[in-house]
């Protein structure tokens, strides 16, 4: 299975726990959020060349940005469905392409060699990209009362370094941090900053990505 969505994506961060206040701005915003869909628990192993071209790409301010991560719901442990999404991010422009792959279903997140392996295989990789970060949090899912923007929240965002095994039981722990972000097509972007206008946000271009890489100074060594 192969998906490819256009959109714009932009994110803010607060340095708070309090998701609740977030999640009644957006209720009560111009746009009348509601609930989409249950709160699931997200899971995203990211991966990286050895000279680590994401991060940098990010950190240096590059236009185009590229990353590829595996992501699956639930059970942080065990992979569980899993997806592979190569976004590609211009601005706020954001392409992702999505590619099912079923020969990592049940791999333990611990089994690092085998996450690369079965990665490389399936992106046949000119470079070989290996595991270098895993994230994980709760989200809550959000969609205006038109239907055409969607928004999500997530908190109790932790993160584990996979530059070596010996690491992977290292867990980074940011409980006091929400991240808000809405997703909708390219065309709607005048309408949704005109609506906007009564949640005032500092708007933050970190992801859940770099904000846990920064954690980590050796990672850049």
Request: overall charge positive; charged content about 30%.
């Amino acid at each position: 299975m192969k998906n490819k969505i256009k959109r714009f994506e932009r994110k803010w961060l607060f340095k708070s726990n309090n998701s609740l206040s977030l999640i009644n701005a957006l209720i009560r915003s111009n746009l009348f959020f509601r609930t989409q869909y249950p709160t699931r628990k997200v899971n995203s192993v990211y991966f990286d060349t050895y000279g680590y071209t994401s991060i940098r790409q990010n950190l240096d301010g590059v236009s185009y940005k590229k990353k590829i991560r595996v992501r699956w719901y639930g059970n942080k442990e065990i992979i569980n469905n899993p997806v592979i999404e190569i976004k590609s991010k211009k601005g706020f422009e954001t392409k992702k392409e999505s590619i099912a792959i079923k020969e990592l279903q049940n791999t333990k997140i611990s089994d690092l060699e085998i996450i690369k392996e079965m990665l490389n295989k399936k992106l046949n990789s000119k470079k070989i990209i290996n595991p270098v970060l895993s994230t994980h949090y709760e989200r809550e899912y959000f969609v205006s009362l038109n239907g055409k923007i969607r928004a999500t929240v997530d908190y109790n965002l932790q993160s584990i370094f996979l530059n070596n095994l010996s690491q992977i039981d290292i867990v980074k722990n940011f409980k006091n941090i929400c991240i808000l972000e809405f997703k909708y097509s390219t065309s709607l972007d005048k309408y949704v900053r005109k609506n906007l206008k009564d949640i005032t946000l500092r708007l933050s271009k970190n992801s859940k990505f770099v904000n846990s890489a920064i954690e980590k100074p050796k990672f850049f060594s």
